[in-house]
């Protein structure tokens, strides 16, 4: 009898404590949605434990999101898990400073010790030491990198036999550009050449995907962050990401260090002969920061590996999405673009070099990648931890402490309440009417007054981020992104028999696609090339 009332005792006694620690949690779900919220917890629990996969969990919440009144609170242990789909929800989230923080789940990212998933005070020192880096006139100077790089692009896809032609597969043309973009980065982040645009033979850029692949996989199932639980439960993987992982540490510590003697010894001749280097790229940036004692060589290659990883998945996955909202719009586009980009180009079609200002006079190409980074967008959700209590904006919801917020860019750019009935569909031209419309409204407000009312939501559209911990390379991305797209645009046409609806959409950090081998391109040489 004494031992029955003594487990009751500690039962109750654990109960009160869990429910203590849960109160704020419940608040939030109640003060989001009332009763109905609190009923619901059972579902989204059960819905939530069945769609742990990367390869399930985005078309899910495409799915049921609709069924649900979002924002939505879901009660996970002694934390909330907060799913946003709105701009104004957006908006506060990423510029409040108790949201500055990745969570714990982006712990299993293999790439976690650098910028990318920095906290806190270390992440804002790191931020402000590498924006340099990242400054206009840096920026510019890599078009030459841009350039070079983006024509021997051209020329693979001209002379590799399964890079043109009715039926080129979307991995072999996916592969090429990671390699190119890979071969762009490490020429600008590391300024070392690698040529990875003729070969790959290491498989660098394969082992980079991979391991982002493995990387969503933890981030959905966060037990598998501890090596002991990894190793019981999944053997085949841990080995598969020990192996990724280590190849990839290999290849750019070699590079840092050879970079690092050579630097060394430059600015030892450098300052017997009192020279000053004004230009400095990423790695020179970290290499003076080290010898001003602020930064280790371990940090370095740290935040190498990073800039890399980050730099070049984003960028050439957001080409591919662009490459394939081209192939499969039946319109005007690449008909629209071409005869635009003549108008920039010296001859009408000489693409072997594209500079800036010809980029600026290009608004349709500008309207077309927005309109493919917004229906496809490259990053699908992110995610924030929550430092400290803060209120939502416009409600009266207060978010506790530790939350794990989940930020669905993907399906909010996609929200007909957003974009308008046709949401869904690939329109370049919804950027462009949009932008004269507001020109026209500006017109009309310097003559008459008044508020602005056809101006869209700031953060209805978040290609790279916005608020505190936007992107630091958003003009980088952009730059690659477009010179790669000019030079292809005048040398080959596009076009595939697939519909942009039947694209299988996997969550894998990035947006990856699950029918991969079903999509199939024709690329043939523009007949004006």
């Not at 996969?53 to 898990?81: E, Q």
């Not at 001859?347 to 309109?371: K, T």
């Not at 290609?463 to 690659?480: A, E, M």
């Amino acid at each position: 009898m004494h031992l029955y009332v003594a487990l009751w005792v500690c039962g109750t006694l654990l109960t009160l404590l869990l429910g203590w620690q849960q109160r704020k949690c419940w608040r939030l779900i109640w003060q989001l949605n009332g009763w109905r919220g609190v009923a619901q917890q059972p579902l989204l629990w059960f819905l939530l434990c069945i769609n742990l996969h990367p390869d399930s969990i985005l078309d899910k919440v495409t799915r049921l999101r609709v069924l649900f009144k979002r924002p939505l609170a879901i009660l996970i242990g002694t934390r909330a898990l907060l799913y946003i789909d709105d701009p104004a929800g957006m908006e506060c989230v990423l510029n409040a400073a108790e949201c500055l923080d990745k969570t714990f789940m982006q712990e299993g990212f293999f790439a976690r010790k650098g910028l990318l998933h920095a906290r806190g005070q270390k992440w804002k020192l790191r931020r402000k030491q590498l924006n340099p880096a990242f400054n206009h006139n840096i920026v510019i100077s890599f078009f030459d990198v841009f350039n070079s790089v983006g024509n021997q692009l051209v020329e693979q896809f001209a002379t590799q036999s399964q890079l043109h032609g009715d039926a080129v597969k979307f991995k072999d043309a996916e592969d090429m550009l990671s390699r190119a973009v890979l071969e762009v980065s490490c020429l600008t982040i590391m300024g070392t050449p690698t040529n990875f645009t003729q070969a790959d033979d290491a498989h660098i850029a394969t082992t980079y995907k991979r391991l982002l692949e493995i990387s969503a996989i933890k981030t959905v199932k966060p037990w598998l962050q501890i090596d002991l639980l990894h190793r019981l439960l999944e053997p085949q993987l841990y080995a598969e990401a020990e192996a990724c992982n280590q190849l990839l540490v290999d290849f750019v510590a070699q590079i840092v260090q050879r970079k690092h003697r050579n630097w060394q010894l430059r600015n030892s001749i450098d300052d017997a002969e009192d020279v000053t280097w004004q230009r400095r790229i990423f790695i020179e940036q970290m290499f003076q920061l080290a010898a001003n004692g602020e930064l280790t060589l371990q940090d370095i290659e740290d935040e190498a590996q990073s800039m890399v990883l980050v730099s070049f998945e984003t960028v050439s996955n957001s080409i591919m999405i662009a490459l394939l909202c081209l192939a499969t719009h039946k319109g005007d586009c690449q008909e629209r673009l071409r005869a635009e980009i003549a108008t920039v180009l010296p001859h009408g079609n000489d693409a072997s070099y594209v500079g800036v200002e010809q980029l600026q006079q290009l608004r349709y190409l500008d309207a077309f990648v927005n309109e493919a980074l917004r229906l496809l967008a490259t990053v699908p959700m992110n995610l924030r931890h929550v430092s400290r209590d803060f209120q939502l904006a416009e409600r009266e919801a207060i978010v506790p402490q530790n939350t794990i917020i989940v930020l669905d860019t993907f399906n909010m750019q996609r929200d007909a309440a957003w974009w308008g009935d046709r949401a869904k569909q690939f329109e370049p031209q919804r950027f462009l009417q949009h932008q004269q419309a507001l020109e026209q409204e500006e017109e009309q407000h310097e003559q008459t007054g008044g508020q602005n009312s056809q101006r869209r939501h700031s953060y209805s559209f978040l290609p790279f981020s916005k608020g505190l911990r936007t992107c630091i390379g958003r003009r980088y991305s952009f730059f690659i992104m477009k010179v790669f797209l000019v030079k292809l645009l005048t040398s080959f046409e596009f076009h595939s028999d697939l519909q942009l609806d039947q694209l299988q959409f996997v969550e894998g950090i990035s947006l990856k696609f699950r029918n991969t081998d079903d999509i199939l391109f024709q690329i043939q040489p523009h007949k004006h090339a």
